[in-house]
């Protein structure tokens, strides 16, 4: 595993993080506003990598979307890639998968629901630079992380990744229990845009 592994070396061209509270400043030593990070703490977690387990305090870099973890006390990045079945951080469960149509470039999702239909959620961090002047009232605009919205995807049996877009694309991928699930999807206003609506949307589907 140690060879899969690398130290955190920020991304110096642009900032530098300080591990020890996750404070992000840029090279000429000013604070950057927000996080790259979906928490800045370390939660208990456990890496499954190939056949075996690796507990460990772990944080995820939304930003870079890299799994972020300590071990004998320095701070080690962990890439997606094939050999990571699941990273288990808190309450949630980081699958590594291709997506965005790029069957070689594997990003981590987090699994909401499993099963014959599944829906993954990809966290979104923006990294928004110094621009003077950059305000409507003509000030200057700090350099900052931005969250975005979460972008949910879904994927049917061990197929590919597909972004949620409107429940008729959702129920044209699948390969039975379309009238099913079109009349479920009309009794119940079923709206692609909250998240509330597609995990039951899926649960339904998956207990059909």
């Not at 890496?47 to 972020?68: C, F, H, S, T, V």
């Not at 909401?112 to 239909?117: E, I, P, R, Y």
Request: net charge positive.
């Amino acid at each position: 595993m140690m060879n899969k592994l690398k130290f955190l070396l920020g991304m110096v061209t642009m900032f530098t993080i300080s591990m020890a509270n996750a404070q992000v400043t840029t090279s000429s030593g000013e604070t950057i506003a927000g996080s790259p990070y979906v928490d800045d703490k370390y939660k208990d977690g456990m890496i499954y990598y190939g056949d075996k387990n690796y507990p460990a305090p772990i944080r995820y870099n939304a930003y870079q979307d890299l799994i972020e973890y300590q071990q004998n006390g320095k701070a080690l990045t962990l890439d997606a890639n094939p050999s990571i079945k699941k990273v288990v951080v808190g309450d949630e469960v980081f699958i590594p998968l291709s997506h965005e149509g790029n069957t070689k470039k594997l990003g981590y999702f987090v699994m909401v629901d499993s099963g014959k239909l599944s829906l993954y959620s990809k966290k979104k961090i923006i990294f928004l630079p110094f621009k003077q002047r950059g305000k409507i009232d003509g000030t200057d605009q700090p350099a900052e992380f931005q969250k975005k919205p979460d972008i949910f995807y879904y994927q049917v049996g061990d197929g590919a990744l597909q972004q949620v877009d409107n429940v008729k694309s959702i129920i044209a991928s699948l390969p039975d229990k379309q009238d099913e699930m079109t009349q479920f999807a009309k009794k119940e206003k079923i709206n692609a845009k909250k998240e509330k609506d597609i995990l039951q949307f899926v649960k339904y589907y998956n207990s059909l």
